[in-house]
C-alpha cells in the first residue's frame, strides 16, 4: 500500500524560508507523479498552490515554489508571511488514475 | 464565470447509503475531470475517486472500491457520488474538484455527510 509522508508540523520565523517534503514509503517521487500542493486555513476549502510538481496556480504568490529535492517533492515558501500559517498536503499521482494525498504538515510562522 | 455546485448537507444512519451532487457551470463539461476529495474531523485530505466526463470511466481508491460510484450527466453537467453501506468513519467534508493535467483549480464548497445512529 502506498504511504505518502510528508512532515507532521514545521515552524518558520516571519521572513524566513522552509521548505516542505513530500516522499514515498516506497521508492521516490519523480517528475512523472505530478506532485501537487495544497494549502488550507481550517474552515475552508483547500486553495491549489503548485501542480505538475513546478507550476503554480493562477494567482498564487511567487514566494511559493515547487520542485524535486532528491527522492521527494518540495514545496518551498520563501520569505514567510504571518498568513501562510496553514496546514499543507501534497498529492501524489500513482498511475492508473489513482492519487494519494499524504498525511499534511502544519506550518506555524513565528 | 467556472462553479461547482454541491448538493446540502446529509445525515444519514450507518448501513445507509448517501448521493452527492456536483453541478458545474462557466466551462465545457466534458474538457475537465471530476475529483471527489474528503476530509473527516480533524483529519487530512483523503482522494475518493475520479470521473473522466467525456467517456465516463471512472477511477476509485482502494479502500472505496465496491462502496462507491461516480456518475455525470452531460445533459445537465452534473456529477454524482453515491457511497454505500455507511460507517461512521465516512463522516467527512465531501469535495469535487475541477482538474485538468493534474491542475485542480477549482473547488466545490463542499458537502457535510454525517453519519450517526
Known amino acids: 500500500q502506498t504511504v505518502v509522508t510528508q512532515e507532521p508540523s514545521f515552524s518558520v520565523s516571519p521572513g524566513g524560508t522552509v521548505t516542505l517534503t513530500c516522499g514515498l514509503n516506497?521508492?521516490?517521487?519523480?517528475?512523472?507523479?505530478?506532485t501537487s500542493w495544497y494549502q488550507q486555513t481550517p474552515g475552508l476549502a483547500p486553495r491549489t498552490l503548485i501542480y505538475n510538481t513546478y507550476t503554480s496556480s493562477s494567482g498564487v504568490p511567487d514566494r511559493f515554489s515547487g520542485s524535486i529535492l532528491g527522492n521527494k517533492a518540495a514545496l518551498t515558501i520563501t520569505g514567510a508571511q504571518a498568513d501562510d500559517e496553514s496546514d499543507y498536503y501534497c498529492l501524489v499521482y500513482m498511475g492508473g488514475g489513482i492519487r494519494v494525498f499524504g498525511g499534511g504538515t502544519k506550518l506555524t510562522v513565528l | 464565470q467556472v462553479h461547482l455546485v454541491q448538493s446540502g448537507a446529509e445525515v444519514k444512519k450507518p448501513g445507509a447509503s448517501v448521493k452527492v451532487s456536483c453541478k458545474a457551470s462557466g466551462y465545457y463539461f466534458t474538457d475537465y475531470n471530476i475529483l471527489w476529495v474528503r476530509q473527516a474531523p480533524g483529519q487530512g485530505l483523503e482522494w475518493v475517486a475520479i470521473?473522466?466526463?467525456?467517456?465516463?470511466?471512472?477511477t476509485c481508491a482502494q479502500k472505496f472500491q465496491g462502496r462507491v460510484s461516480v456518475s455525470r450527466d452531460t445533459s445537465t453537467s452534473t456529477v454524482y457520488m453515491d457511497l454505500s453501506s455507511l460507517r461512521s468513519e465516512d463522516t467527512a467534508i465531501y469535495y469535487c474538484?475541477?482538474?485538468?493535467?493534474?491542475?485542480?483549480?477549482?473547488w466545490g464548497h463542499g458537502t457535510t455527510v454525517t453519519v450517526s445512529s
Open positions: 474538484v475541477r482538474e485538468q493535467q493534474f491542475n485542480m483549480d477549482v
Open positions: 516506497s521508492g521516490s517521487v519523480s517528475t512523472s507523479h505530478h
Open positions: 470521473i473522466y466526463p467525456r467517456g465516463g470511466e471512472t
